[in-house]
T-cell receptor, first 114, second 112 residues
Framework: AQSVTQLGSHVSVSEGALVLLRCNYSSSVPPYLFWYVQYPNQGLQLLLKYTTGATLVKGINGFEAEFKKSETSFHLTKPSAHMSDAAEYFCAVSDPGTGNQFYFGTGTSLTVIP | ETGVTQTPRHLVMGMTNKKSLKCEQH?????MYWYKQSAKKPLELMFV???????ENNSVPSRFSPECPNSSHLFLHLHTLQPEDSALYLC???????????FGPGTRLTVT
């Protein structure tokens, strides 16, 4: 089974600063990779995904992530944090062609300081 | 309605009650999922259904009973719950894995 590691359960950034949320996965076969955002008392919303092709993917709300096979990483970034970015962020992976199983990281809570 | 809907959004029940959570997806997906999200704990996968057939049951206590009458509807029947079952219950759907999952808003369950 896959495992997903999100380094840092809590990250604080100043408004306007770079956001960097880290995600590493365990598979030796490149998986499908996803980032989700969850606002309080809401479900998870898909931010962006990588399946094949260009390794830098852009998502909603100005976020992007880069798939680095050599580092088994899929870190999420945003150049300039906004107050509305404060939320919980989850990285997830799935193995291509192996049914409907998704593996989630434990989440990173992002705080944006005004 | 679009996406994934869940009802009710909030539920308070006693330990001896029986209640059901409902999930409906309007996306034409073939798989549906129940997750439990407790405070300060990782997201826990409970059940997976693929084309109405249960394909995953992650050692969930029998007081939780899922039902999937068709690929658009998913229920979670609850009976004799414990206070530690209080959590946000999330439903999701997907079409395979390549597009990711789409989540409902969740049902906030409180067991008293």
């Amino acid at each position: 089974a896959q495992s997903v590691t999100q380094l840092g359960s809590h990250v604080s950034v100043s408004e306007g600063a770079l956001v960097l949320l880290r995600c590493n996965y365990s598979s030796s076969v490149p998986p499908y990779l996803f980032w989700y955002v969850q606002y309080p008392n809401q479900g998870l919303q898909l931010l962006l995904k990588y399946t094949t092709g260009a390794t830098l993917v852009k998502g909603i709300n100005g976020f992007e992530a880069e798939f680095k096979k050599s580092e088994t990483s899929f870190h999420l970034t945003k150049p300039s944090a906004h107050m509305s970015d404060a939320a919980e962020y989850f990285c997830a992976v799935s193995d291509p062609g192996t049914g409907n199983q998704f593996y989630f990281g434990t989440g990173t809570s992002l705080t944006v300081i005004p | 309605e679009t996406g994934v809907t869940q009802t009710p959004r909030h539920l308070v029940m006693g330990m001896t009650n029986k209640k059901s959570l409902k999930c409906e997806q309007h996306l034409g997906h073939n798989a549906m999922y129940w997750y439990k999200q407790s405070a300060k704990k990782p997201l826990e996968l409970m059940f997976v259904y693929n084309f109405k057939e249960q394909t995953e049951n992650n050692s969930v206590p029998s007081r939780f009973s899922p039902e999937c009458p068709n690929s658009s509807h998913l229920f979670l029947h609850l009976h004799t719950l414990q206070p530690e079952d209080s959590a946000l219950y999330l439903c999701a759907s997907s079409q395979g894995t390549v597009y990711g999952q789409y989540f409902g808003p969740g049902t906030r369950l409180t067991v008293t």
